[in-house]
């Protein structure tokens, strides 16, 4: 059963474009969620990440934005750059794991 | 400092062999996780191994098993292989846990044929 469930599994948008990527969990234990950057041949790095008392985190381009009571959140990308093409996985922390999503493919075209 | 390095980058095997991958952590770090990595099914975690103890492990059949040496250097071992085993193999290490701050490396690529 995936306790993080990561929508979509592919995106395509133009340079400049806004990017957005969901995901949902219903274990209300999770107390931390970060987001992946994964390009190909290389292991996911942390992107950026929110605390569930906070309901939005900006750096630089990228945009969490958390809803606890719907137990969804969301990752934007502003003015989205071809180097941005790569896979995004959301996690969320539980007791003694991390639980990832299925993973967004994006690609950002030029 | 170093990243987290895994060896080898790929591996070609044949059902039935078994498989043994390596993963040494960044200097410092005592936990060492695994995770498979498949295309719609995402990072799914394996097990965790902290002062070459196993503390914690995920829903995989005993055909995957681990061990952590005192250097915090860490193996994974894959028996029987199967065909669905084909996958990345990601090894994170983080100082003390495997809810902590992750830092991945580069995974081992295994396909069995």
């Known amino acids: 059963q995936q306790q993080v469930k990561q929508s979509p599994q592919s995106l395509i948008v133009q340079k400049g474009g806004i990017s957005i990527i969901n995901c949902a969990y219903e274990n209300t234990a999770f107390d931390y969620f970060p987001w992946y950057q994964q390009f190909p041949g290389k292991g996911p790095a942390l992107l950026i990440a929110?605390?569930?008392?906070?309901s939005e985190k900006k750096e630089g381009r990228f945009t969490i934005s958390f809803n606890k009571s719907a137990k969804q959140f969301s990752l934007h990308i502003m003015d989205s750059q071809p180097g941005d093409s790569a896979t995004y996985f959301c996690a969320a922390r539980g007791a003694t794991q991390f639980y990832f999503g299925t993973g967004t493919s994006l690609t950002v075209i030029p | 400092k170093a990243g987290v390095t895994q060896t080898p980058r790929y591996l070609i095997k044949t059902r039935g062999q078994q498989v043994t991958l390596s993963c040494s952590p960044i200097s410092g770090h005592r936990s060492v996780s695994w995770y498979q990595q498949t295309p719609g099914q995402g990072l799914q975690f394996l097990f965790e191994?902290?002062?070459?103890?196993?503390?914690n492990k995920g829903n995989f059949p005993g055909r995957f098993s681990g061990r952590q040496f005192s250097n915090s250097r860490s193996e994974m071992n894959v028996s029987t292989l199967e065909l669905g085993d084909s996958a990345l193999y990601l090894c994170a290490s983080s100082p003390s846990g495997a809810n902590e701050k992750l830092f991945f490396g580069s995974g081992t690529q295994l396909s069995v044929l």
């Open positions: 929110i605390r569930p008392d906070v």
């Open positions: 191994y902290f002062s070459e103890t196993q503390r």
